[in-house]
């Protein structure tokens, strides 16, 4: 069984700028969460998407950052534009009905 | 807010050098509690899932015990591959979300041969 795919694995850009990240997940999965990672933390929640609609954004900077699933599939963040502190890791994870969640290898982004 | 915090934070063991990992939690009813193993440049890997208090699973040299308020990560005499940071998470009942993980922020073990 294929794991979930994420893309790019690393990205560098400059503040002010704008990135999007890519996501697949398992297939069959209808529940689809992206986590930012900041060095020497544990996830946190940004979204979860439950199909195609949006279960909890509470954590998302809705400023900035934003995603779509647009087929219920696969799924998209955006951050526009880029500040110093959105340098992460961010992963996408995927699950059946909530249950456990499997991730990604993550993107590594550097804003300079 | 559902919390978690990660005990020690780092950990340096010699080969079949046995100890354990703390994770204490305070949630709003405990839908399930975690263990996840991340290593350097991937994502978290799931280990371990318990849902009461007594809970027990075991994997290879890895058991994983849960309380009310805490649970372990015992590692029997572990091996060198063993080197890699140790992620808890807890799901509550409490708010809108269902399927929301709250990390802790993780213990980083190595293992020296």
């Known amino acids: 069984e294929a794991g979930v795919a994420q893309s790019p694995r690393y990205k560098i850009i400059e503040k002010r700028q704008s990135v999007a990240f890519w996501c697949n997940p398992i297939?069959?999965?209808?529940?689809l969460y992206w986590y930012q990672q900041i060095l020497g933390q544990g996830p946190k929640l940004l979204i979860q998407?439950?199909?195609?609609?949006?279960?909890?954004d509470s954590q998302l900077p809705k400023d900035r950052f934003s995603a779509e699933r647009l087929k219920g599939v696969d799924s998209t963040l955006k951050i526009q534009p880029a500040k110093l502190e959105d340098s992460a890791v961010y992963l996408c994870a995927s699950s059946t009905n909530q249950e456990t969640q499997y991730f990604g290898p993550g993107t590594r982004l550097l804003v300079l | 807010e559902d919390q978690v915090t990660q005990s020690p934070e780092a950990l340096r063991l010699q080969e079949g050098e046995s100890s354990s990992l703390n994770c204490s939690y305070t949630v709003s009813g405990l839908r399930g509690l975690f263990w996840y193993r991340q290593d350097p440049g991937k994502g978290p890997e799931f280990l371990f899932t318990l849902y009461s208090a007594g809970e027990e699973k075991e994997k290879e040299r890895l058991k994983a015990t849960l309380t009310k308020k805490e649970s372990f990560l015992h590692i029997t005499a572990p091996k060198p591959e063993d080197s890699a940071t140790y992620l808890c998470a807890v799901r509550g009942l409490g708010g809108t979300s269902y399927g929301k993980l709250t990390f802790g922020q993780g213990t980083i073990l190595t293992v020296h041969p």
């Open positions: 297939s069959g999965h209808a529940t």
């Open positions: 998407f439950q199909n195609n609609g949006v279960v909890d």
